[in-house]
């Protein structure tokens, strides 16, 4: 069984026509206002956190591929040299006279 959370009422001032395209979406979904703005305004939530939380991953598994490979702590100069190589090792491949 859901378990129902403590609602809380708060006073919005948003443009007429956001309000007016929600209320549109709410007469689609046959919700109130009310709820078509929580349900939104919860998804949006899930949505920011849900992103937040992919770049976090990505940023673990790239700095432990980094830390495997023994560059985690390459200084920035470092990191501009190795990019330099290999802009010349390419460019030397590509147009070898």
């Known amino acids: 069984m859901p378990v129902a959370e403590e609602q ?3 006073t919005l001032t948003l443009p ?3 309000v007016d395209r929600v209320g549109e979406l709410a007469k689609q979904k ?3 206002l009310d709820d078509q703005f ?3 305004v919860a998804n949006g939530l899930q949505a ?3 992103v937040g939380e992919r770049l976090k991953r990505l ?3 790239y700095r432990a591929r980094l830390d495997r490979e023994g560059r ?3 200084t920035a100069e470092e990191v501009m040299d190795e ?3 290999i802009r010349e090792q390419v460019a030397d491949e590509l147009h070898p006279d």
């Open 72 to 74: 985690l702590n390459q």
């Open 16 to 18: 007429r026509s956001v």
């Open 83 to 85: 990019l330099r190589r």
């Open 59 to 61: 940023s673990d598994v």
């Open 48 to 50: 920011e956190l849900s």
């Open 38 to 40: 929580g349900l939104l």
């Open 8 to 10: 809380v009422s708060i």
């Open 30 to 32: 046959h919700a109130s």
